[in-house]
């Protein structure tokens, strides 16, 4: 596939009759459109070429994506093209016997000429890029379509493509990229799905079908703890009334810890059994979103390693298994103490942040300035104590000095010559007589 506004890619010299006619020759039916050459029946020629187009499948790979083209843009010459390019999408998902092994890539190949041959806001767009969308499920290739998602919704506003076909779309990406393992983004796509139900629409069948796809997808996922996105859903919410055990057991993993969840299962005894949900999945997620909130919560960043083990329901011995699993899921950062038995917490992930975290923030807050407060008391004494004890000690080296008759740092010698205000005495100058001689 390419970006947005490409150009056709196709082109190709002579008037429709004259192509059709060297197609029908191709695919051996020009004696059957004769007739409807000559009498320009456009749209009963297409039909003709179109009925014999499987024989392309098995024609030399090397001619197959030309004669493929020409057949394209002979379609696209008609005003019911849209009549015409579905068949042919359908028949490019059939198996191309004539090359066994590059035939994926070549139906491929020439599913995304077709859709760039279209201009950019014609609809047809969508129906060619939900037939490329079901040959990728079909053969396993979702990785192929991934770099161009990111342009799906531009796409979408130039198709002015409504909420249901919206939802199509995002349903069959999010299916396709199931069977891929692609958890993920299937999750994602899930999520655009739901939010493209109108608010008389939240509590319809098929909302509440979709609803209940996410709501699993969530929950069995190795890679999502976040359930505050699908908590805010109007579809999700509306579970509450449709499917208040689904709802409930939700509420749990988006907001509370293994003991809540050992008593939803003890309330609705078998549920998650008889839901297929897998019991070992659920625990192990549990247990982690457990752990992050546990670190959450600590005030003093020292989780101690019975701590751990009480709040997980675990023995001592399995508390750094479970260290090194919560870090792997990015849910805490932190260190273990091997000798001290505690585990040093250095950052945390809220699963919900409400009254309730504001309040424990706050009193973090506080514990923190209390604890700043105290040190910068104790530097400024340590301070303090340092420059008075320079003090004293510039004091006793003045005395030493001056007991020993040397000056100090802040005295003057006497008869220093440097002082230029005072002369040294001298005995007067005796006069010279003749008995010198």
């Known amino acids: 596939m390419a970006a947005p506004h490409q150009p056709q890619l196709v082109f190709v010299d002579g ?11 191709f695919l051996s039916v020009s004696e059957e459109i004769k007739a409807l050459v000559e009498k320009k029946q456009k749209d009963e020629i297409l039909k003709k070429l179109i009925i014999a187009s499987p024989a392309l499948h098995s024609i030399p790979e090397k001619e197959f994506a030309g004669a493929y083209n020409l057949l394209v843009y002979l379609i696209l010459q008609s005003d019911n093209a849209a009549m015409f390019l579905p068949r042919v999408c359908e028949n490019l998902t059939k198996p191309i016997t004539s090359s066994p092994i590059n035939g ?16 950019p806001d014609d609809e047809l767009r969508f129906n060619v ?6 040959f990728l499920k079909i053969h396993g290739m979702f990785e192929n379509i991934k770099p161009y998602l990111k342009s799906l919704d531009e796409w979408m506003n130039e198709w002015e493509t409504d909420s249901e076909d919206q939802r199509q779309a995002y349903e069959a990406i999010a299916e396709t990229a199931r069977e891929a393992g692609d958890v993920h983004t299937s999750y994602q796509y899930i999520l655009k799905a739901l939010r493209t139900f109108e608010d008389d629409e939240v509590k319809s069948e098929n909302a509440q079908k979709i609803a209940l796809r996410a709501l699993k997808t969530a929950l069995l996922s190795p890679t999502q703890y976040d359930f505050q996105d699908l908590l805010n859903v109007p579809c999700v919410q509306a579970l509450s009334e449709t499917h208040a055990v689904y709802f409930e057991l939700l509420t749990v993993f988006a907001e509370k810890d293994l003991e809540d969840y050992n008593q939803f299962r003890e309330e609705h005894e078998g549920f998650v059994e008889k839901e297929h949900l ?4 659920l625990q192990t997620k549990m247990r982690l979103l457990t752990f992050a909130s546990l670190a959450a919560r600590t005030q003093t960043r020292e989780i101690p390693y019975d701590e751990i083990a009480e709040a997980l329901q675990i023995s001592p011995e399995e508390v750094e298994l479970w260290i090194i699993d919560v870090i792997r899921a990015q849910l805490v950062e932190g260190r273990m103490s091997q000798q001290k038995k505690v585990f040093l917490v250095h950052r945390t992930t809220y699963r919900v942040f409400g009254e309730k975290q504001w309040r424990q923030l706050g009193d973090l807050v506080d514990t923190w300035r209390e604890t700043l407060s105290k040190v910068a008391t104790t530097l400024r004494k340590e301070q303090a104590g340092l420059e008075a004890q320079k003090k004293r000690d510039l004091e006793e080296v003045e005395r030493k000095l001056a007991n020993t008759g040397v000056s100090g740092p802040g005295e003057r010698r006497r008869g220093d010559r440097g002082d230029r205000g005072e002369r040294s005495e001298r005995a007067p100058r005796k006069e010279r007589t003749d008995d010198d001689d």
Request: glycine share 2%; charged share 25%.
């Open 278 to 281: 897998d019991l070992e999945k």
């Open 104 to 119: 994926p890539g070549l139906a491929l190949n020439t599913l995304t000429t077709i859709f760039n041959m279209l201009k």
């Open 129 to 134: 890029f939900m037939a490329i969308l079901r």
């Open 15 to 25: 008037s429709f009759e004259e192509l059709a006619q060297e197609m029908a020759d």
